[in-house]
């Protein structure tokens, strides 16, 4: 079983919809869990961080699962720009401080007009 | 936040040769990292640059073939040493300060 596994895609969505990414895991001591943005060809960005709770950052909707070791993204009324691969990420290091980041492969979403 | 550059941003090498890769941060940071990234695939963590001591590698990732500096809190080279064109990749350094933040990357292309 692979360390984080997502779905690689493509996801092709029209603009205004709605899409939803999701990431399995196998490491059940993880600690804390992110949802970074690669845009082709560039560095990847931070877009969320991923809490128990679940938590919305405007159109973004991140959800966890611990017991199923499942991590989710929502994506509402997609934009042209949001057209990007999307990492799930998971610290496998201590929970004090330091990270030790294990990526997936990655989800692209195209958002087209 | 951090703001992180590398250098170079790419280069296309002979296979044997070696390259090193400068990361430069613009404020100290303890805990520096090298990832990875070959085409079509996710970063993969080369090892763990601490100021002052050895660098800490991953499975799969030797010294002899990535030898890493770390000289001070800001600055950290990583070497890429005889290659060839398996070593073709993108390789990102990263600091973690509230999370990690990526440079910008150096594209290797090994002949």
């Known amino acids: 079983r692979k360390e984080v596994e997502q779905d690689p895609g493509p996801f092709n969505v029209p603009e205004g919809a709605t899409v939803a990414f999701n990431c399995t895991y196998s490491?059940?001591?993880?600690?804390?869990f992110f949802w970074y943005r690669q845009d082709c060809r560039k560095e990847p960005k931070l877009l969320m961080s991923?809490?128990?709770s679940g938590n919305e950052d405007g159109r973004f909707t991140a959800q966890l699962n611990r017991a199923s070791q499942y991590i989710s993204l929502l994506i509402r009324d997609s934009k042209l720009s949001d057209s990007a691969t999307y990492l799930c990420?998971?610290?496998?290091?201590?929970?004090?401080?330091?990270?030790?980041?294990?990526f997936g492969t990655g989800t692209r979403l195209l958002v087209s007009p | 936040s951090a703001v992180i550059s590398q250098k170079p941003s790419r280069d296309i090498c002979q296979r044997g040769t070696s390259l090193t890769i400068q990361c430069q941060v613009d404020s100290q940071v303890t805990m520096m990292f090298w990832y990875r990234q070959q085409p079509g695939q996710s970063l993969t963590l080369i090892a763990t640059?601490?100021?002052?001591?050895?660098?800490?590698?991953e499975s799969g990732f030797v010294i002899d073939k990535f030898p890493i500096s770390r000289p001070n809190l800001t600055f950290s080279t990583l070497t890429v040493s005889n290659m060839s064109p398996e070593d073709s990749s993108i390789y990102l350094c990263s600091v973690e300060t509230d999370t990690q933040y990526f440079g910008p990357g150096t594209r290797l292309t090994v002949l």
């Open positions: 490491n059940s001591a993880s600690q804390s």
């Open positions: 990420v998971v610290n496998w290091g201590p929970n004090t401080g330091f990270q030790k980041l294990v």
């Open positions: 640059a601490n100021q002052g001591s050895e660098a800490t590698y």
């Open positions: 991923v809490y128990s």
